[in-house]
């Protein structure tokens, strides 16, 4: 099946910090998504981008599907913004979710 | 828009006994439900996924016979884990998609603690 790998396993940065969190896939996928989950578990949709590029305020993210990466960019880190981050694909043809092993972001005051 | 919820949010059962989750869509049609576990600092992991009016198609490894999925409307899955035992304790998530897309949405998730 598809590999999903996320880095850095772990980032630990001071509030105000930018960060870019990387995710490989090893195959064609025919959807991406970012999320947030809250401390609480909730997932939250960030981006579904299964190439190109957006940005929504803080945070954008770009897919280089012919390269099978995926980069999530976050500037002027808040400590709301701590949390684990991960990166989810689907495989042409399918629509179930793999999920990557997640970043667990830190944000200190 | 997009919004997906679950019942209960949290729910502690004894051993041995059956505990149902419910996730609905709110404000769309969902054709399409899956079902995730979730084990502490781990990621999630694809149990089942559901269409309405169909059986569910389970992952490799889940046991169909304990955690029975019901797709009966298109707003509505339901996750019954039957004889529940401690393993079984996990944070479990739902999310939907409509028809022909690919964006999934999720649920809050439920947290089952089995004594």
């Known amino acids: 099946g598809i590999q999903v790998e996320q880095s850095p396993p772990d980032l630990i940065l001071q509030e105000g910090a930018n960060s870019t969190l990387r995710c490989n896939f090893s195959?064609?996928?025919?959807?991406l998504q970012w999320f947030h989950q809250n401390p609480w578990g909730q997932l939250i949709n960030l981006f579904y981008?299964?190439?190109g590029t957006k940005q929504n305020g803080r945070l954008s993210a770009t897919t280089v599907a012919t390269e099978r990466y995926s980069l999530l960019y976050i500037s002027s880190s808040q400590t709301t913004d701590s949390g684990v981050y991960f990166c989810?694909?689907?495989?042409?043809?399918?629509?179930?979710?793999?999920f990557g092993q997640g970043t667990r972001l830190t944000i200190n005051p | 828009g997009a919004v997906v919820s679950q019942h209960p949010s949290w729910v502690i059962c004894k051993s041995g006994t059956s505990v149902k989750i419910e996730c609905r869509s709110l404000?769309?049609?969902?054709?399409?439900m899956f079902w995730y576990r979730q084990f502490p600092k781990q990621s999630l992991m694809l149990m089942a996924t559901?269409?309405?009016?169909?059986?569910?198609?389970?992952e490799q490894g889940v046991e169909k016979d304990k955690f029975l999925i019901n797709h009966a409307s298109l707003t509505l899955s339901t996750l019954t884990v039957t004889s529940a035992h401690p393993e079984d304790s996990s944070f479990y998530i739902c999310?939907?998609?409509?028809?022909?897309?690919?964006?999934?949405?999720f649920g809050p998730g439920t947290r089952l603690t089995v004594t």
């Open positions: 999310s939907a998609t409509d028809r022909n897309a690919y964006e999934q949405y």
């Open positions: 195959d064609s996928v025919n959807n």
């Open positions: 981008i299964p190439s």
């Open positions: 989810a694909v689907s495989i042409q043809g399918a629509q179930k979710l793999v």
């Open positions: 404000d769309f049609q969902a054709t399409t």
């Open positions: 559901s269409n309405e009016g169909s059986k569910a198609t389970y």
